[in-house]
């Protein structure tokens, strides 16, 4: 019997074998489930889109309930937007802040404690509109932090913590009077101190999810039919197409619903930098 040749040629044959299932092409009739799961999946997002578009309308174009109706509570099929007078309770601002550098930053809120006695947790507060931003630090890092404002408001129903305006957080008091707006048990308004602030009902901040989502379906589609090698898929400039779906979701949902110029402009950047950072990072790879 021939003794094997000498030198390591059996470690290398192995490793070259179980590298060619990674960056050979996956066989046709995976890569057709993979096309076939896509594109069921980017069907069943534009449903959730389109019924979220039709929810959102119809919000929209919504009466105010009569005064002291029950109605638009939830619980029944009447289409109206529930108005009830609830009472603030208390208020709180602090930052929410995040690392922008690999040294010299921290992630996590900032507490602070509120004009009405109120601290925000460490983490900041849910919903809390964001009004502002300061970076600090250096060394090739910081921090940057974005201040937000939230009032408490109770009425009979529960008791909520809503964001608003810096201006409104300065002029309210605790045991102020506030008319609640509700759209099916959401809360969808508030009027305080003579200043009104709305907020987007769940099918509409439910359509840019499901934007981005069926972004995501599109391009695995797209590999599944054009390459299907999971050296591809899992090639690390690919990891900028989760960043062009936020894109994609944030302005399709603003062209359904519409947004101000000034967010257009940051969301047609953010995508764009998204789109350049992945050709970029495969014409360096």
Request: net charge positive; aromatic share 10%; with cysteine.
């Amino acid at each position: 019997m021939r003794a094997p040749p000498k030198g390591n040629h059996g470690w290398v044959k192995t490793t070259g074998y179980g590298r060619g299932w990674y960056r050979g092409r996956l066989p046709v009739w995976l890569r057709g489930l993979v096309v076939l799961a896509a594109g069921w999946g980017v069907l069943l997002c534009g449903q959730q889109v389109v019924e979220g578009y039709a929810a959102t309308m119809a919000y929209r174009d919504a009466p105010v309930c009569e005064a002291g109706s029950r109605s638009g509570n939830g619980a029944d099929g009447e289409a109206c937007v529930r108005r009830e007078v609830g009472t603030v309770l208390d208020r709180r601002t602090g930052e929410h802040c995040t690392s922008n550098g690999t040294s010299g930053g921290t992630s996590g809120g900032i507490t602070t404690i509120g004009g009405g006695g109120g601290m925000a947790s460490a983490g900041g507060s849910t919903g809390g509109a964001v009004t502002g931003g300061v970076t600090a630090g250096g060394g090739g890092g910081g921090t940057t932090c974005t201040t937000y404002y939230d009032v408490e408001v109770e009425w009979p129903d529960r008791t909520v913590w809503l964001a608003v305006e810096s201006e409104t957080y300065d002029e309210v008091r605790t045991g102020d009077r506030a008319e609640v707006r509700l759209w099916r048990g959401e809360v969808v308004g508030l009027k305080v101190r003579g200043r009104t602030h709305s907020y987007a009902p769940s099918s509409q901040s439910g359509v840019l999810s499901w934007l981005a989502l069926g972004c995501l379906l599109l391009a695995a589609g797209a590999w599944g039919v054009v390459s299907g090698r999971l050296s591809g898929l899992l090639a690390f400039p690919n990891f900028g197409w989760l960043f062009v779906a936020i894109g994609v979701g944030w302005l399709g949902a603003m062209a359904l619903f519409g947004g101000p110029p000034l967010v257009w402009g940051f969301a047609i950047a953010w995508t764009g930098f998204a789109v350049f950072w992945i050709v970029g990072a495969w014409r360096i790879g």
